[in-house]
């Protein structure tokens, strides 16, 4: 895919988002924008909307085409060889009908799909050229809800039982069968995401509370591992997102790591060659993070908390 033609001169800080004023869901479209595949999906979305309006208008007309047209048959009706023929004709149209509702409910699905992967408001699904990455952030383009689906907790529950085989560890200490005979339950959906199931008949408010504090050490456990992130300051993880961008808009446009280099950290770019090996090496790692925020880890940014 070639480079959009509406990526900002990586070389003018000027138009970026602001370090101190950008909001945690700007940062997060800036980098989703930049992931090519969502550039792909986006067009085949915005194709496939496209599609499912003109066919909901077709089939519109084609609805009360066919209610003239029995409407018309019946009216002719003389003998049984007609009525016949006109039950004929009817389960014809059914059978076009459904074939035509079932091409409408498959491109009105890749538009689903698409709003539902890149966590987008599906509110604005008929307004799809909203989340056109050549776009500047608009408010409200991201649904940030989360919704538990999956797990059974007891009022006191502070142990859940994962699929890994490090459910004691993870989990206070207790092997997989301790957590069974007291009736906990829990699988992990991956690395960072827990299903939940709750229990109506139990206090809502006591499974809240259990909840938070598991999710708290799964997310604890995570941050030592070195997996996630867990800093006091959001902003402090922010600070560097617009050198990231810039980054990535550079290697875009074909721009060597020793010229970004030069001209993000002309500090590091004196004559000896190992400050010049450190600037490179910013670029790298540089690179690195972007690539995984734009690619993956967007979706992160959306949470912190």
């Given at each position: 895919?070639?480079?959009?033609?509406w990526l900002p001169n990586w070389k003018n800080p000027s138009e970026y988002?602001?370090?101190?004023?950008?909001?945690?869901?700007?940062?997060?479209?800036?980098?989703?924008?930049?992931?090519?595949?969502?550039?792909?999906?986006?067009?085949?979305?915005?194709?496939?909307?496209?599609?499912?309006?003109?066919?909901?208008?077709?089939?519109?007309?084609?609805?009360?085409?066919?209610?003239?047209?029995?409407?018309?048959?019946?009216?002719?009706?003389?003998?049984?060889?007609?009525?016949?023929?006109?039950?004929?004709?009817?389960?014809?149209?059914?059978?076009?009908?459904?074939?035509?509702?079932?091409?409408?409910?498959?491109?009105?699905?890749?538009?689903?799909?698409?709003?539902?992967?890149?966590?987008?408001?599906?509110?604005?699904?008929?307004?799809?050229?909203?989340?056109?990455?050549?776009?500047?952030?608009?408010?409200?383009?991201?649904?940030?809800?989360?919704?538990?689906?999956?797990?059974?907790?007891?009022?006191?529950?502070?142990?859940?039982?994962?699929?890994?085989?490090?459910?004691?560890?993870?989990?206070?200490?207790?092997?997989?069968?301790?957590?069974?005979?007291?009736?906990?339950?829990?699988?992990l959906y991956s690395s960072t995401e827990i299903l939940v199931k709750f229990?109506?008949?139990?206090?809502?408010?006591?499974?809240?509370?259990?909840?938070?504090?598991?999710?708290?050490?799964?997310?604890?456990?995570?941050?030592?591992?070195?997996?996630?992130?867990?800093?006091?300051?959001?902003?402090?993880?922010?600070?560097?997102?617009?050198?990231?961008?810039?980054?990535?808009?550079?290697?875009?446009?074909?721009?060597?790591?020793?010229?970004?280099?030069?001209?993000?950290?002309?500090?590091?770019?004196?004559?000896?060659?190992?400050?010049?090996?450190?600037?490179?090496?910013?670029?790298?790692?540089?690179l690195k993070a972007a690539t995984a925020l734009s690619e993956k880890d967007?979706?992160?940014?959306?949470?912190?908390?």
């Amino acid at each position: 895919m070639s480079k959009p033609d509406w990526l900002p001169n990586w070389k003018n800080p000027s138009e970026y988002p602001d370090v101190d004023t950008t909001s945690i869901e700007q940062w997060a479209w800036e980098f989703l924008r930049r992931n090519k595949n969502y550039q792909k999906n986006f067009l085949r979305a915005a194709e496939a909307s496209e599609t499912a309006k003109e066919m909901e208008s077709d089939l519109s007309e084609f609805q009360v085409s066919i209610k003239k047209y029995i409407s018309d048959l019946n009216s002719e009706i003389e003998t049984e060889t007609d009525k016949e023929f006109l039950t004929g004709e009817i389960r014809e149209l059914e059978d076009t009908l459904r074939e035509e509702q079932s091409s409408l409910f498959s491109e009105q699905l890749t538009v689903y799909d698409f709003l539902t992967r890149y966590r987008l408001n599906k509110s604005w699904s008929n307004l799809i050229h909203l989340f056109n990455p050549s776009n500047n952030y608009k408010e409200g383009v991201f649904d940030k809800d989360i919704t538990p689906s999956f797990c059974m907790v007891s009022e006191d529950s502070e142990n859940w039982v994962n699929g890994d085989s490090d459910a004691g560890e993870m989990f206070g200490g207790l092997d997989d069968g301790e957590l069974m005979d007291k009736g906990f339950l829990c699988f992990l959906y991956s690395s960072t995401e827990i299903l939940v199931k709750f229990d109506v008949s139990l206090s809502i408010d006591k499974q809240l509370s259990s909840i938070k504090k598991v999710l708290t050490q799964r997310k604890k456990k995570l941050a030592q591992l070195d997996f996630i992130e867990s800093p006091s300051d959001p902003r402090k993880v922010c600070d560097n997102y617009q050198s990231y961008l810039r980054v990535l808009d550079a290697k875009q446009s074909g721009i060597s790591n020793k010229d970004i280099a030069n001209h993000l950290f002309p500090e590091l770019g004196a004559d000896n060659n190992k400050a010049e090996d450190k600037g490179q090496t910013n670029i790298r790692n540089h690179l690195k993070a972007a690539t995984a925020l734009s690619e993956k880890d967007w979706e992160r940014i959306l949470f912190i908390d």
